[in-house]
RNA sequence: GCCGGGGUGGCGGAACUGCAAGACGCAAUGGACUCAAAAUCCAUCGAGCGCAAGCUCAUGAGGGUUGGACUCCCUCCCCCGGCACCA
């Protein structure tokens, strides 16, 4: 026999498995598809991160499963290759992007095939090919021409050290998430997309899904919906109104004071006496940066202008109008009514500054006795305006009072009887924001725009699509923070594609969002030139079957991909008898750890390589451990030691699958486990519990070793089909060297015999009082009476029951018995 | 602060809708094979008591429900992830 050369195998099946194109997705319209999608990589310098492979094995065991299935599986793979690490690089060093990315995808490809990953190979696609991203441009002019792309001058993200305008997502804790920089805010004008457009129903498709609840509960967290009342209060000796929401609107009596944000545009239209003061203010609010914002969360601040009252439209009471940084002038109208008694900021705010505490609801719920409910008894309402002012606002609803004729009603009611009753109306408000979608940088898309002084923004025509991004030497941002392409004059200056004058390109990129929003789709038809891809193969691949990527990505990626997609099915772009989500099921596996159980990093130096490892043991034995070594969807550390025991694993095959050619004993009690085997491997791979897969697997060759040759030929080739998905070249080889034809991965995937699992003899426990005492082998199916006369008749037992009552006896069925005492 | 997810041997982790806690792997110890080593194979491997059969305790802490709880309920502690002045 042979010794086990995981090398020269591992090779030979990647070689004839490309040769042979077995892997290739076919557009056979009629058959059965699964696709199986894994997030397509950031090609970076570093090469494939074991966090990559973990994904890729899992999602490539999943897919082997499915061929072996019959389906007809799509399974590709791609580069997410525009981004900032290559741009800074080419800063650094002056290596093109372009080049760089060439140099880093050939690394990542070699990589990934040496993995034996089934991806197909055929639909390989690159973000950064113009070919690519004339349809991401082309998407863009879509959005543009629905108008949902829109150009604003916003108070934005800086890093100074990058150049560059950051996304809030970007922003970690006030600093740069690549750099590390403190983040400032400067103006400047932004193509944003109207995703919040798209809030209730990227909410409301979640229940059409089958994602993770956990998964869910964050995208929801992120679209913040809240229902609520936008509420005016007009200004004394004024015609100026000021507009506020609140999910409160039955606290409104008890509204005693109002905020502005800072920059709020009301400021600059009202009069009052302490100018200077409000403007010092208002400069200082703005120098503040995020990080002390939320430093300062406890310690409010605010000032009063002085001179202007508002009046509260329920009790037509005057009440001052304040500026305090605690109102954010993004949310809502950008100005709040204050409601001490009720809101934890609010109560601070006027604890701080002496302002009117007004109790205007006494809670109901469970907890408060009836007494102190009882609105009417004046004791119980000085109780709680004493209570709220001694120990903090009441945040909960129950029943309103000191609200005029309001007075008596539960909550839930007065909400929406007093917004009726001051003319206000009912508003969803969202917390999450239009997504800022352009980047004064050179490593990504150009927006595909043309600013002409007499028609404004014009696009680019359809037959002028892909605008490439010219080749450039300098690829430094301007200091102004433009993009390093404002300085490519000839690439600027263009005609107006709609007057013909002289006109200006857009110089601004697209984020990296931009390319993946949609990758999925290209996939079904990578070649197209005509289209994004040919609604017949979207029609027949689309939605993804199931989506594996990191949980990192599914607020951002996983909503803005799900918008495009419902953008495109709304246009018509796509099918519209698909359904407006693209993807069926989304799952996430958990980070891989360094050995240190910290997250990997460069500058930790506790990065594992893969080449190393499949150097080192085998491209096998790296699969069966990234698999085998904890809960997918968990956190775990990497142990080297580990893959020691994945490598023993297959060595152990080898030895047993050579000998097995020989086989002359055909065991019964094998065949059960192996059957026992099978049906645990087919549930645990759909439920991505791959660790107990493999400990089955180890299972059964444990016990396949005792007796080596009483393996059928039959079995072995079952055995062999299951192991395959983990395995593949291992399995491959001793496929062929037991004789058997045909490539083991394309056989059919084995069914468990149930019957054969249900033979098998069963331990029955025995308890007496709850504690196991004794055991007895019993046949399946024992009725009760059978078992408690086998049971009562045991040495055993017996002395545990002598002298004693029997109360009464428990009995599950092909498990235990409980005797009671 | 709010929302999720967790705390099980020396370690990574098993345990279905409550029914033998610690599968599988790693490490460790003893043994076989060998001149020797590696590899491999066999055995032991939560704690305590016992010559043994066996008994008792044990799944972050405390309480509860149950014939029976890692699993369900209540209170508390700790760890990880996300959001964070969102009115």
């Not at 290559?86 to 490809?109: C, H, W």
């Not at 914002?293 to 009471?317: Q, S």
């Not at 209570?387 to 009441?394: A, M, Q, Y």
Request: proline content about 5%; glycine content about 6%; charged content about 30%.
């Amino acid at each position: 026999m042979a010794n086990y050369n995981p090398q020269r195998i591992e090779k030979k099946w990647q070689d004839k498995w490309e040769k042979l194109g077995i892997f290739q997705a076919r557009d056979k319209l009629k058959k059965a598809k699964f696709y199986v999608l894994v997030e397509f990589p950031y090609p970076s310098g570093e090469g494939l991160h074991v966090g990559h492979c973990r994904s890729y094995i899992a999602m490539d065991v999943l897919a082997r499963k499915r061929r072996m299935e019959g389906f007809n599986v799509l399974f590709p793979i791609g580069w997410d290759a525009f981004g900032l690490p290559t741009e800074n690089y080419a800063i650094k060093t002056g290596v093109a992007p372009s080049l760089a990315t060439q140099k880093n995808t050939d690394n990542f490809r070699r990589q990934a095939k040496r993995l034996g990953l089934s991806f197909d190979w055929k639909r390989e696609i690159n973000t950064t090919d113009p070919n690519y991203y004339k349809w991401t441009q082309w998407i863009f002019l879509q959005l543009f021409k629905e108008g949902l792309a829109y150009k604003k001058k916003l108070p934005v993200n800086w890093c100074p050290s990058c150049k560059i305008v950051l996304a809030n997502e970007e922003v970690i804790n006030g600093a740069c998430e690549r750099c590390g920089a403190k983040v400032t805010k400067i103006e400047k004008e932004q193509w944003l997309l109207r995703i919040t457009k798209y809030a209730d129903r990227l909410s409301d498709d979640l229940a059409k899904v089958d994602y993770p609840g956990k998964i869910k509960i964050l995208q929801k967290d992120w679209i913040g919906r809240s229902e609520g009342a936008e509420i005016e209060f007009p200004i004394k000796g004024s015609q100026e109104k000021i507009k506020v929401f609140t999910t409160r609107p039955d606290t409104l009596f008890g509204a005693t004071y109002l905020v502005l944000a800072p920059e709020h545009e009301l400021i600059s239209k009202l009069s009052f006496t302490n100018i200077n003061e409000i403007k010092t203010y208002i400069e200082k609010a703005k120098n503040k940066k995020e990080i002390e914002r939320i430093a300062l969360k406890k310690d409010k601040t605010g000032v009063e202008l002085k001179g202007v009252k508002a009046i509260n439209p329920a009790t037509k009471g005057e009440i001052p109008v304040w500026v305090a940084d605690y109102v954010l002038s993004h949310y809502g109208e950008g100005s709040i009514m204050s409601v001490p008694a009720h809101d934890e900021r609010d109560f601070q705010f006027a604890k701080k500054y002496g302002l009117i505490i007004e109790s205007v609801v006494i809670p109901s719920h469970k907890g408060v006795p009836r007494e102190f409910i009882d609105y009417k008894k004046k004791e119980t309402v000085e109780y709680w305006r004493n209570r709220i002012k001694l120990n903090g606002p009441v945040l909960i609803g129950g029943i309103v009072f000191n609200s005029g004729k309001f007075t008596g009603m539960p909550s839930e009611k007065a909400k929406w009887e007093i917004t009726k009753f001051v003319g206000g109306k009912r508003k969803t408000q969202y917390r999450f924001r239009d997504w800022i979608f352009s980047r004064q940088r050179y490593w990504g898309e150009p927006i595909p725009l043309i600013f002409c002084e007499k028609c404004s923004w014009v696009p680019v025509l359809e037959k002028d699509l892909p605008v490439r991004l010219p080749e450039i030497k300098d690829y430094k941002p301007t200091e102004k923070g433009e993009s390093p392409l404002a300085k490519v004059k000839n690439w600027v200056n263009v005609k107006c594609p709609s007057c013909r004058g002289q006109a200006k390109r857009e110089t601004d990129v697209m984020p990296n969002w931009a390319g993946s929003n949609w990758y999925y789709l290209r996939y079904c038809d990578p070649k197209n030139n005509r289209k994004l891809a040919d609604p017949k193969k979207i029609k027949y691949w689309l939605p993804v079957d199931w989506y594996n990527g990191g949980m990192e990505h599914v607020t951002l990626h996983l909503l803005y991909s799900r918008f495009i997609f419902k953008f495109l099915w709304d246009i018509g772009a796509i099918p519209k008898n698909l359904g407006s989500e693209p993807y069926k099921k989304r799952t996430a596996h958990g980070v891989i750890l360094g050995g240190d159980g910290v997250k990997m990093s460069k500058s930790r130096g506790n990065i594992i390589n893969p080449d190393k490892i499949v150097e080192q043991h085998s491209t096998d034995a790296m699969r069966l451990y990234t698999m085998f070594m904890g809960p997918f969807g968990e956190m775990i550390p990497w142990d080297m030691k580990g893959l020691i025991g994945a490598r023993r694993f297959l060595e152990k095959v080898w030895r047993l699958g050579n000998q097995a050619s020989n086989a002359k004993g055909n065991s019964l009690r094998l065949k059960k486990i192996l059957h026992k085997a099978i049906k645990k491997v087919s549930e645990d791979i759909e439920v991505l519990k791959f660790n107990t897969a493999i400990s089955t697997l180890m299972e059964f060759s444990n016990t396949w070793q005792q007796t080596p040759l009483d393996l059928s030929k039959e079995d072995l080739k079952d055995f062999l089909k299951i192991l395959s998905p983990f395995a593949p070249h291992l399995t491959e080889e001793l496929w062929e060297k037991s004789g058997f034809t045909g490539f083991c991965c394309q056989q059919k995937w084995p069914k468990a015999d149930l019957k054969l699992i249900r033979e098998e003899k069963i331990n029955l426990i025995i308890q007496i009082n709850g504690k196991v005492r004794d055991k007895i082998e019993i046949n399946p199916g024992i009725s009760q009476k059978e078992a408690e006369n086998a049971v009562l008749k045991r040495e055993r037992v017996k002395k545990w029951l002598a002298g004693k009552k029997i109360k009464k006896i428990i009995f599950v069925p092909e498990k235990l018995i409980n005797i009671v005492v």
